[in-house]
């Protein structure tokens, strides 16, 4: 039986970051059946305020943790070159616009790399079209949908999806077989394991 696996993630998201490796191995060991459909959860709406001394000084620690226990790679930079902000929408946005053009998966990995590796602000949306000219999209189109209502329209029934769904926070993994619903427990360090319950859940 056919069967859809839901990623919900936000390009933002430090834990996605880490996470993803081992999505990469899972997605590269799942069987033709079983459809992978991205849905951005949304971590911070819009703001144009700063973030909050306190989250700045959360985050690196989040940071730390993550490059502690998974050993994924953060450029620090980012919280002395930039001026954070507690909105992640607008990222989400660019992923789907960049969907619309065929290329959501290379634009996430695009805002992550610039995230946390180049020390580039994806609340941005000047960073944000610099990403996307950088991955070769058409920008003016890539700018008109992004204030357009098609865009805004998709992330709407993302966010509602999300919020339907078994999702504590993200990265989070659901799977639909037929009518039933159910949660995959995320192993961080090994594809195999949430593999198997996929194979499992999908033999029922």
């Known amino acids: 039986m056919s069967a859809t696996l839901y990623y919900f993630y ?3 998201c430090s834990w996605c970051w880490g996470f993803k ?3 990469t191995q899972l997605c590269e060991q799942l069987p033709e059946h079983v459809a992978i459909e991205y849905v951005a959860g949304g971590l ?10 306190d989250m700045q000084l959360k985050l690196p620690m989040t940071w730390q943790q993550i490059q502690r226990q998974l050993g994924a790679e953060f450029n620090f930079d980012f919280w002395r070159d930039c001026q954070p902000r507690r909105s992640t929408y607008p990222a989400c946005r660019a992923v789907i616009a960049a969907g619309l053009q065929g290329q959501l998966e290379v634009m ?6 610039g995230y946390y590796l180049r020390a580039l602000n994806p609340s941005n949306l000047d960073m944000l079209e610099q990403m996307a000219q950088e991955i070769g999209l058409d920008v003016a189109q890539f700018k008109t949908d992004m204030a357009g209502e098609r865009v805004e329209q998709l992330f709407q029934a993302q966010l ?3 919020s339907r769904m078994p999702v504590q926070g993200f990265p989070s993994l659901v799977l639909r077989v037929g009518n039933q619903v159910r949660p995959i ?10 593999q198997q319950q996929i194979l499992a859940f999908c033999a029922d």
């Open 10 to 12: 936000d390009p933002m």
């Open 21 to 23: 490796p081992t999505w």
């Open 44 to 53: 911070a709406p819009d703001s144009d305020q700063p973030m909050s001394e």
């Open 185 to 194: 427990a995320l192993n961080y360090t090994d594809a195999t394991a949430m």
């Open 160 to 162: 509602q999806l999300t």
């Open 108 to 113: 996430i990995n695009a805002v992550q790399r």
